[in-house]
């Protein structure tokens, strides 16, 4: 047998559930809570059997937005989606790379879930969004057993001496002869600049602050610049109020001053359309020029269906910014509609999949596009998973870390073992730090 091929002998799942620190305001709806899918997972390769660690916040409120279930219906069905992939990897039989096995199991996630919707009764279809939630952290898991097979980081293990397949047979005939190792570095930048979170609901200077948390945190943007030596702020905006969303875009550049020297804005998908957009835009640019200099980019500013959406085209909006696709990007194929559609960068998210999320980055550096990384409140392994990807893919511009804003009490037990990555000074992240065997976030 070939000591390069696993095989899952084993997978045990739980869960840990924390409370925010403060609440989140996402797409209208206040958040407050975060349960976590922890995936221990033990594989067979090189001789050895060795277990692996995934870990990943449901995020059942952006994977799955809906007016008609409940935060309780929507956070069991993804359980349940877990649950089933839980039973499905040992039982599979098959042997390979982790991007083998999990790229020949994908169909396989999606029906299980259409069961899970059937068997729990749900009047809505899963989102696929929602079923790769689920799936990331035994995504991960397995990644970083493969790694620890062989001692070497799982990002070493992505050329032909693992992975002798060649991107043709993941991603069409245009990828022939062409290996994954080619588009993702075999060791992790040194550091990256670290978005830091302006929620709608967050106080931004003293004046703003009603009810003090007291937990020795900072309690304001301005102190939270100050603690953290920040540089980069990602705006939440409404997108359906257009004074609003010019003052709050206003009141946070007033308050982050020289330091602050880039901006992204955040509308949650909530824009009604790309005129809107625009003349955001063009108020922002007429009224506060040094505000819209600094925004380095867009995230998914309208209605994340595509196909029904195709008469918000961002051609025009991203001449003046690059406007970066986030919740609509679900594989290569709504990668490449988005493109048509005028969409000019990328946002990665570990919560999609470590398998899909390195195949994305092939076909986005194939196109040329503007990539960073953002957060599903991440937080210890889990934000260890998305450092991961951002130190080793190739041209991150930034990646967003809000977890320890929102969520501290989960990190804890992480924060001595990986310095840095949770408590950020000079507005950076130090990825360099995210190195040994696996994905190295040891459970």
């Known amino acids: 047998m070939d000591r390069r091929t696993a095989h899952i002998v084993e997978v045990t799942t739980a869960t840990e559930s924390f409370h925010y620190r403060t609440p989140i305001k996402f797409g209208g709806v206040v958040l407050d809570r975060v349960t976590l899918l922890n995936v221990h997972l033990t594989l067979e390769a090189n001789g050895r059997r060795v277990t692996g660690f995934g870990s990943m916040p449901m995020g ?3 994977a799955w937005p809906t007016r008609s279930l409940t935060y309780e219906t929507t956070l069991n069905a993804m359980l349940e989606i877990a649950a089933e992939t839980a039973r499905l990897l040992p039982a599979c039989g098959l042997r390979g790379h982790p991007v083998e096995i999990v790229h020949a199991l994908e ?6 879930a259409d069961g899970v919707q059937a068997r729990l009764g749900l009047t809505e279809a899963i989102p696929k969004l929602a079923t790769l939630v689920a799936v990331s952290p035994f995504d991960a898991a397995l990644h970083d057993a493969y790694g620890k097979a062989f001692d070497r980081s799982a990002y070493q293990t992505l050329g032909r001496e693992f992975l002798p397949q060649d991107l043709s047979h993941f991603l069409g005939e245009p990828y022939r002869g062409r290996y994954l190792n080619e588009a993702v570095t075999s060791a992790p930048v040194a550091e990256l600049p670290v978005y830091h979170l302006v929620g709608a609901l967050d106080p931004i200077a003293p004046a703003d602050l009603v009810t003090p948390v007291g937990d020795g945190l900072p309690e304001t943007l301005v102190d939270w610049i100050a603690a953290d030596g920040l540089t980069h702020l990602k705006i939440k905006l409404n997108g359906d109020d257009l004074g609003w969303d010019l003052a709050r875009t206003q009141a946070v550049h007033a308050v982050g001053g020289s330091a602050v020297t880039h901006y992204s804005l955040d509308f949650n998908e909530r824009c009604p359309n790309v005129d809107y957009l625009l003349d955001y835009l063009h108020k922002l640019r007429e009224e506060t020029p040094r505000a819209y200099d600094r925004v380095q980019y867009i995230e998914q500013p309208t209605a994340r269906e595509l196909n029904a959406g195709r008469g918000n085209a961002m051609h025009v909006a991203a001449k003046l910014k690059p406007i970066v696709i986030d919740e609509s990007l679900l594989d290569p194929a709504t990668l490449h509609l988005a493109c048509e559609l005028g969409y000019t960068g990328v946002a990665f998210k570990a919560c999609k999949g470590q398998t899909g999320t390195l195949l994305l980055a092939v076909v986005a550096r194939q196109l040329g596009l503007f990539s960073c990384v953002q957060d599903l409140t991440c937080v210890g392994a889990s934000l260890i998973h998305s450092a ?11 990646i967003e870390s809000n977890g320890r804003q929102y969520c501290p009490a989960a990190n804890a037990a992480w924060a001595d073992r990986f310095p840095g990555l949770f408590a950020i000074r000079n507005g950076n992240m130090p990825t360099g730090t995210i190195t040994g065997p696996g994905l190295a976030a040891a459970s």
Not at 107 to 112: G, H, L, P, Y
Not at 389 to 398: D, R, V, Y
């Open 60 to 62: 059942n409120v952006w």
């Open 388 to 398: 991961g990807l951002a130190a080793h893919i190739p041209g991150i511009a930034a």
């Open 107 to 112: 169909a396989e996630f999606f029906r299980r």
